[in-house]
């Protein structure tokens, strides 16, 4: 719910239409593209259909997003992800089409290291997969406290 700004884009990559959006409830439509309009600019998700068929959505976490894990690189060698100590981290584990199916807290008394085997954006969060132990296969975002190497 809330109000969004859709906008179109011209070949130069500028602005060329804009059309706000309010919505009363959650919508869930289809989006044909997600890229980068601008060299380190916002994340864009074109819509396909009702309400705003053909404009593009900034990507905005929890939001705004492509349900499931998009843009998804495996780590190989994996990789270590160190968690900072007196903090709470939730986790989700995502079906094949992307639907959450488990949620989970990793509680880190004191600095905690885990392994990761892959990132991607999960809901719109920068996010990386765990590997092994009870939490495998598990998507943790990369939030304040996480740090990957």
Known sequence: PGQYVALRFGRDGRISDRLTVVVR???????????????????????????????????????????????????????????????TYAAIKLDRSGVVVDRAEVQAEAQLELAADAGAVVSGHPSVRLAGGELGGYWLALAKGVRLR
């Not at 593009?56 to 997003?65: D, I, Q, T, Y």
């Open 25 to 87: 409830r959650t919508v869930t439509v289809p989006a044909t593209r997600r890229q980068r309009q601008l060299r380190g600019g916002d994340v864009y998700l074109r819509v396909a259909a009702a309400p705003c068929p053909g404009y593009w959505l900034a990507e905005r976490p929890g939001r705004v997003f492509v349900r499931g894990a998009v843009v998804v690189r495996k780590y190989d060698p994996g990789r270590t992800l160190q968690l900072a100590a007196g903090r």
